[in-house]
């Protein structure tokens, strides 16, 4: 009978996925680490449940060199990133991959997926890579393609890219030695994609329609902001923009019969709903 390969975790919960993955291909989860989330926008109650219910050690603390030694001294093999906010230090005695949304070495950076939305990007992909000395920029050990389809939002570009992911990682551990004995270095290039700032997250009487629209799908379930035709910006959460010339002054206001708000903008308007519930979307990882 094939024994369990040891494994440990770090991440929350966007990239959930990856973390069953291991075990239904056969891996033991030794440990899990994960990050102090708001609750609001992000979150870890699965990864949390995950361990307890499996009596997994978890922790919020920072990964230390530290754990590393006991994880290398307890046998475990792996230790998995996906969606962890920190660095992890190295260890050269204990393979560590991280999994970022983007096929490196383009796509460095914080938040891939959003930024492609917002930049009107049609392919990005996932990537998994060896955790090194800088983020991002380590061997990669599998890739995938993955096209933005026009329709996305951050919600379901962060759904489909997550579902990769977790098949990567199944096959990262299914095939762990030959994978990790055939990784290649990224090479020179590529490009850093960096967190959209609120900037570039607002909506004004100068944006253009589609702008606004990529603005509303790359920030879904995040906040962005609308100004208004006074000049004061207001923070909306997962409005939608509706194309068609209203006849409207900008910045003109009505409630739809489902409580939602319509503001007219340029090109069309916004549909900002009434406070709704959560998703457990987020950024790969936050600003360093």
């Known amino acids: 009978m ?3 390969m040891p494994v440990a ?6 990239l959930y996925p990856c973390l069953t993955a291991l075990e239904a291909a056969g891996c033991h989860v030794m440990e899990v680490f994960t990050c102090p989330t708001d609750q609001k926008y992000e979150f870890n109650d699965q990864v949390r449940a995950f361990a307890e219910e499996r009596h ?14 006991r994880l290398r001294a307890n046998g475990c093999r792996l230790l998995l990133s996906a969606g962890y906010y920190y660095l992890l230090p190295v260890d050269p005695e204990l393979c560590a991959v991280n999994v970022h949304p983007a096929l490196l070495p383009e796509g460095r950076g914080p938040w891939p997926t959003a930024w492609a939305l917002l930049n009107g990007i049609e392919r990005i992909g996932v990537t998994l890579h060896r955790v090194g000395a800088k983020f991002d920029e380590g061997d990669i050990v599998l890739q995938e393609p993955l096209d933005v389809l026009p329709e996305d939002d951050l919600e379901t570009l962060t759904d489909r890219a997550a579902a990769l992911a977790a098949d990567l990682c199944a096959r990262l551990v299914r095939d762990f030695d030959h994978l990790m004995a055939s ?39 995040f906040p962005c902001w609308l100004e208004g035709a006074d000049g004061v910006e207001r923070e909306i959460v997962r409005a939608r923009f509706e194309p068609g010339e ?17 503001i007219a903008v340029n090109g069309g308007r916004v549909i900002v709903p009434p406070a709704g519930g959560r998703r457990q979307d987020g950024a790969d990882s936050l600003p360093r």
């Open 246 to 262: 209203t006849g409207l002054a900008y910045g003109a206001e009505s409630t739809l019969p489902s409580g939602a708000a319509a």
């Open 183 to 221: 990784a290649r270095p990224q090479g020179p290039g590529g490009s850093w994609w960096p967190m959209p700032g609120k900037a570039r997250a607002t909506i004004t009487r100068e944006t253009s329609p589609e702008q606004a629209d990529r603005i509303l799908r790359a920030v879904c379930g």
């Open 56 to 69: 997994v050690p978890c922790t919020t603390e920072r990964v230390t060199p530290a754990d590393l030694a």
């Open 9 to 14: 975790y770090a991440g929350f919960d966007i």
């Open 2 to 4: 094939k024994t369990a």
